[in-house]
Each structure stands twice: as structure tokens, then as C-alpha cells.
């Protein structure tokens, strides 16, 4: 089994709803999202997938998110918080969509970073 990992990021504010600390008033984060790509066979290059091809799609799935207020943001607006769960399952469900995830090659988990020291993994199994 070969994983691979691969870093995005965006800049963007949130508000935690009902959240009883400061985390509910408006602030931003530097988000740091890592894709986890899971296969078993190399193609005829000796790669599972190409770096460059998994840091295009992860960028265009992190685009609608960069330098934006997440609570406006579908489906946060609708009453689900943009935490760093939340935004991890919501990546990962994105991400999956993508052409490159077929046959061999899997998308294995997300995170979410929401600083440095602080993130969250999702994943299906
Ligand atoms: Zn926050």
C-alpha cells in the first residue's frame, strides 16, 4: 500500500455558533488541509498519482473557500457550524468527486488544520 499526502491551504473567517467562549465571535484562521491518496499498483512512472496532479485538484476544492466568511458559504449557511470537523468531511466529500480517484487510487483521509497544533482527520473507514 502506498499513501501519499499532499498540503493545501486557505485563509478564511468563521464563527462558531453557540459556541460558550470567544470562538463564537467572528475570527480567521491560515487553514492547512493535507489529502491522504491510498493505492496499491504504480503506473508505468513508478508513481501512484502525480503530486502535481493532487495539489490542482485539492486546490480547486479549497478555492471557494479561500478568503471568505465560511458561515456564508454553502452549506454553513444553513446552520452548519464551519468547524474543522465539518470542514474536513466536507473537503473529503469534494475531493472524492475528483477524476483522478479511480480504480486503484483512493482517497484516504483529510485534514483539517485549523493552527500548527490543532486538526482533524476525517476519513471512512
Ligand atoms: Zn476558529
Redesign the pocket.
Known sequence: MYKLKVEGAFEAA???EGYPGK?ARL???NWVVEAEIKGTELDKLGMLVDFKVVKKALGDVLERFDHRFLNELEPFKDGVNPTAENLARIIYGELREDKIFQGNVSLAAVTVF?SPKSSVTYSEA
Request: some cysteine; charged content about 10%; hydrophobic content about 10%.
Open positions: 468563521h464563527q462558531v470562538c475570527h480567521g484562521h485549523e
